[in-house]
């Protein structure tokens, strides 16, 4: 099983649509996760950060769920700005040294 | 606050030239270090990472080298660059154990 893994898309929805995006992790042990934001040909930008069972912020909505091993991303009222690739990242196993695992991203694309 | 510096923006070169990408960090101290590549339309692939000046990790072995001459300062060379490492070449810092990395601007490596 792959240390991070997610659904590359794309998901394309209207504008004011809400979506959610899933991402799984096989290392049972990691407790902090975060979810970044990627604009195409630019770098990966920190959205949010998830320490605990979930974190809000505004239209944004992170969910963890240990159980199962899954993290959530959920927006709402989607706005055209909202259109980029999201990736999911995880600790690496075994990772004291603070490096991270990055998914290989969902796209999603809001339309007018 | 911290903020990282990346140069240059873009760089174009021929087969079997050397190659040095230079990355500082500013407004922190004693930052772990990364580089990262993304070829077009993949994922994060983590190159090095280090934890203090002089101590470089290496993940993926190829004829790339990275160096710290000093806490906030990270550079990536090669001696003889090949058509495969082109890409967009990520910088990022963090502060230590499982934080959130934050990345430079990156370097768009395009190898003719």
């Known amino acids: 099983r792959k240390e991070v893994e997610q659904d590359p898309g794309p998901f394309n929805v209207p504008e004011g649509a809400t979506v959610a995006f899933n991402c799984t992790y096989s290392?049972?042990?990691?407790?902090?996760f975060f979810w970044y934001r990627q604009d195409c040909r630019k770098e990966p930008k920190l959205l949010m950060s998830?320490?605990?069972s979930g974190n809000e912020d505004g239209r944004f909505t992170a969910q963890l769920n240990r159980a199962s091993q899954y993290i959530s991303l959920l927006i709402r009222d989607s706005k055209l700005s909202d259109s980029a690739t999201y990736l999911c990242?995880?600790?690496?196993?075994?990772?004291?040294?603070?490096?991270?695992?990055f998914g290989k991203g969902t796209k999603l694309s809001v339309k007018p | 606050s911290q903020t990282i510096h990346q140069w240059p923006a873009t760089l174009v070169q021929p087969v079997g030239s050397p190659l040095s990408l230079e990355c500082t960090v500013e407004?922190?101290?004693?930052?772990?270090l990364y580089w990262y590549r993304q070829a077009a339309g993949r994922g994060l692939q983590l190159l090095f990472y280090?934890?203090?000046?002089?101590?470089i990790s290496s993940e993926v072995p190829q004829n790339l080298s990275a160096s710290r001459p000093q806490d906030r300062q990270f550079i990536l060379s090669s001696k003889k660059l090949l058509l495969s490492d082109s890409g967009f070449y990520l910088c990022?810092?963090?502060?230590?154990?499982?934080?959130?990395?934050?990345f430079g601007d990156g370097t768009r490596l395009s190898i003719l």
């Open positions: 990242v995880a600790p690496h196993y075994g990772g004291s040294q603070g490096n991270l695992i």
């Open positions: 290392n049972s042990a990691s407790q902090s």
């Open positions: 990022a810092w963090s502060g230590t154990g499982v934080q959130p990395q934050h």
């Open positions: 407004g922190t101290s004693n930052p772990n």
């Open positions: 998830v320490y605990s």
């Open positions: 280090s934890v203090g000046i002089g101590q």
